[in-house]
């Protein structure tokens, strides 16, 4: 389920975006005791291999299992990145989403959470 949403432009790193979606999580509500205000744990991919990030998450005390460029494979992250590329496939289903018909980022940035929404309502649905 999307926690958090962003879009960037096309040539645009992806480890420039890292830090927006975590600090864009909402406080998630438990059961027991209080609101969990940050993730416990983050996995990513080489692309994400820079140490800036890893001591940004490490001063945040967010647990993260990133790949190391030319040490490590990604398959090892496999079952856990299959979880995103089926997020980003079920939004990749909405039309409007396929192409971007909007001129304006808030705009389709709009459609990309409404879609998230739809996506959220059919997995609580079941």
């Not at 960037?8 to 890292?18: E, I, K, P, T």
């Not at 990513?44 to 945040?60: C, I, S």
């Not at 909405?94 to 459609?111: N, P, T």
């Given at each position: 389920?999307?926690?958090?949403?962003g879009?960037?432009?096309?040539?645009?790193?992806?480890?420039?975006?890292?830090?927006?979606?975590?600090?864009?999580?909402?406080?998630?509500?438990?059961?027991?005791?209080?609101?969990?205000?940050r993730?416990?744990?983050?996995?990513?991919?080489?692309?994400?291999?820079y140490?800036?990030?890893?001591?940004?998450?490490?001063?945040?005390?967010?647990?993260?299992?990133?790949?190391?460029?030319?040490?490590?494979?990604?398959?090892?992250?496999g079952?856990?990145?299959?979880?995103?590329?089926?997020?980003?496939?079920?939004?990749?289903?909405?039309?409007?989403?396929?192409?971007?018909?909007?001129?304006?980022?808030?705009h389709?940035?709009?459609?990309?959470?409404?879609?998230?929404?739809?996506?959220?309502?059919?997995?609580?649905?079941?």
């Amino acid at each position: 389920m999307p926690l958090s949403l962003g879009i960037s432009g096309a040539n645009m790193h992806d480890s420039l975006g890292l830090q927006p979606l975590v600090r864009g999580i909402p406080p998630i509500r438990s059961r027991r005791g209080p609101r969990r205000r940050r993730p416990a744990k983050l996995h990513a991919d080489k692309g994400y291999d820079y140490n800036r990030l890893r001591k940004w998450l490490r001063e945040r005390r967010i647990r993260h299992r990133i790949a190391r460029k030319g040490i490590e494979s990604s398959t090892r992250l496999g079952r856990h990145r299959w979880v995103v590329e089926r997020t980003v496939s079920w939004l990749a289903g909405c039309r409007r989403l396929h192409r971007r018909y909007e001129r304006k980022a808030e705009h389709f940035l709009a459609f990309v959470g409404i879609a998230a929404a739809l996506i959220a309502h059919r997995r609580l649905a079941k």
